[in-house]
């Protein structure tokens, strides 16, 4: 199934539904004003998703919360021009453990799908079987516990739906 549309006719929330009630596997790629997300889907499940121009990227996400020390991070950016990804070369270095780097992805994933939640206009696509790329570090999480995290902190904020 290979899907478009406007943000403003059908939004983040019913168009994710969709993807994952019809347990659809491939990318959805979103875009308002000049961000673009992408979101992978396994059988309905979210898998990965990036924000083109999110406020934080992995290193410095890693250095806020206290998992990565700046060195590290410095030293990782500096080798960092074969094509792979940040957090492959930060394991292979030894500045972080696996599991470590899993769960901050994770986070990181899970506040790119709560942003999504409060895009009110832009132009979806979803194109079936696209999977991201072989080094990103995949995930499963349940699409309706994203949303409803979202919804919930939107309603803390007094953001109109």
């Known amino acids: 199934m290979d ?8 939004g ?7 993807i994952s009630l019809q347990s659809s596997t491939g990318e959805l790629t979103l875009e308002s004003g000049i961000n673009t997300a ?5 059988e309905g499940n979210v898998t990965f998703a990036e924000i083109a121009n999110r406020r934080m990227r992995l290193g410095e996400y890693l250095v806020q ?16 021009d074969d094509g792979r990804r940040l ?3 930060l394991v292979e270095i030894g500045a972080i453990d696996a599991v470590s780097l899993r769960r901050a ?5 899970k506040e790119v799908m709560y942003e999504l939640v409060r895009w009110k206009t832009g132009r979806f696509k979803f194109t079936n079987q696209r999977r991201p790329k072989k080094q990103d570090i995949l ?3 349940p699409l309706d516990h994203l949303i409803l995290e979202g919804l919930k902190r939107l309603d803390e904020e007094g953001v109109a739906r």
Do not use: C, M, T, W
């Not at 983040?12 to 969709?18: A, G, K, T």
């Not at 992805?105 to 994933?109: D, G, L, R, V």
């Open 65 to 80: 919360e206290g998992l990565l020390a700046r060195g590290h991070l410095n030293r990782a950016l500096e080798i960092k």
């Open 12 to 18: 983040p929330i019913s168009v994710l539904q969709l």
């Open 87 to 89: 957090g492959s070369i």
């Open 38 to 42: 992408r979101v992978y889907f396994d």
């Open 3 to 10: 899907l478009r549309g406007n943000l403003a006719v059908f």
């Open 105 to 109: 992805i994770e986070e990181q994933i």
């Open 139 to 141: 995930i499963d999480i």
